[in-house]
């Protein structure tokens, strides 16, 4: 794994916090761990593909997509366990001597030593956490309105991660389709019996990197209008400033001129005449730098 990913892993896990929710900005990332956006996109997806975290999309109120949430998935790395060491032998792993033995954590042996109510407890985490996953996927559309009860039933019958893409596919089937829903529970449990995925549809991942690239776009579209914007206000003040530097025997024969080729706009008051005189100064002396190259002022 890339440094840059093992960064933005361990950034990811303090957004999380004590609830388990990271939802950052790929920007937010960047800034934070002082690389480039690109290359936390690039990390994000080594760390998708490496097993450690599940991106899922976010909709906004109006059904658009924001910043991606981010489920931390169990990893062999975390464990210091040989997947065929029974836990009670030496462990010599490193050029040093360990003894698993039942005084260390829980978690270095491969049989639990969790009680029953323990064991509850993480079964309990797990099931909200992916119950909080598909309600997410299930935002804006008629099926977020199932209950609690129905959407623990459903979990239980086919289980979390049949669940989480049978949500996703009904949830962008309605959104495709618009159809009226009057029972959520029943909806989604023909999704789970009979999940069938059309060619149209398009994963959690890849929606959000669309949306993501089409946010981009947008934003370089922005910057680029915001720099003709700024063009056009210097070519303003530009423009002004040469007008202002005109004898007024200059300024008349820019307005006879325009009266001359614009007969039918003689009675034009005069503050709007001088808008269009300056225009047509203006684009004279840009004639006469382009066709000479000179810069300064024409003599008077």
């Not at 976010?58 to 997947?83: C, E, M, V």
Request: hydrophobic residues 30%; charged residues 30%.
């Amino acid at each position: 794994m890339s440094s840059t990913a093992k960064l933005v892993f361990g950034k990811l896990c303090q957004y999380a916090g004590q609830n388990g929710q990271a939802y950052p900005s790929y920007k937010t990332l960047a800034g934070d761990v002082g690389v480039e956006r690109r290359q936390a996109i690039r990390a994000v997806k080594e760390l998708v593909d490496y097993g450690l975290i599940k991106p899922v999309g976010r909709r906004k109120g109006d059904g658009g997509f924001t910043s991606n949430i981010y489920a931390f998935l169990w990893h062999q790395i975390f464990s210091d366990d040989d997947p065929t060491d029974p836990g009670d032998k030496k462990d010599t792993r490193g050029g040093v001597t360990n003894v698993t033995t039942p005084r260390c954590h829980k978690r270095h042996h491969l049989v639990s030593t969790m009680t029953p109510e323990e064991n509850h407890t993480r079964e309990s985490n797990s099931e909200r956490t992916t119950t909080e996953e598909i309600r997410l996927l299930l935002s804006g559309t008629p099926l977020s309105k199932i209950s609690e009860k129905e959407l623990r039933v459903l979990i239980k019958r086919h289980g979390g991660k049949r669940v989480i893409e049978a949500a996703d596919v009904a949830a962008e089937t309605w959104r495709r389709e618009l159809k009226e829903i009057r029972k959520p529970g029943g909806y989604l449990q023909a999704f789970c019996v009979d999940l069938i995925v059309t060619e149209w549809y398009e994963p959690p991942h890849i929606r959000a990197a669309k949306s993501e690239a089409a946010a981009e776009r947008k934003r370089a579209e922005n910057d680029r209008q915001e720099e003709l914007n700024k063009a056009e206000a210097q070519e303003s003040i530009e423009r002004d400033d040469y007008w202002h530097s005109l004898s007024e025997e200059d300024r008349q024969k820019h307005r006879d001129d325009f009266r001359a080729s614009a007969p039918f706009m003689q009675d034009i008051k005069d503050d709007f005449l001088d808008g269009l005189a300056k225009l047509i100064a203006w684009d004279k002396r840009q004639q006469m730098i382009t066709n000479t190259g000179i810069t300064g002022e024409p003599s008077h």
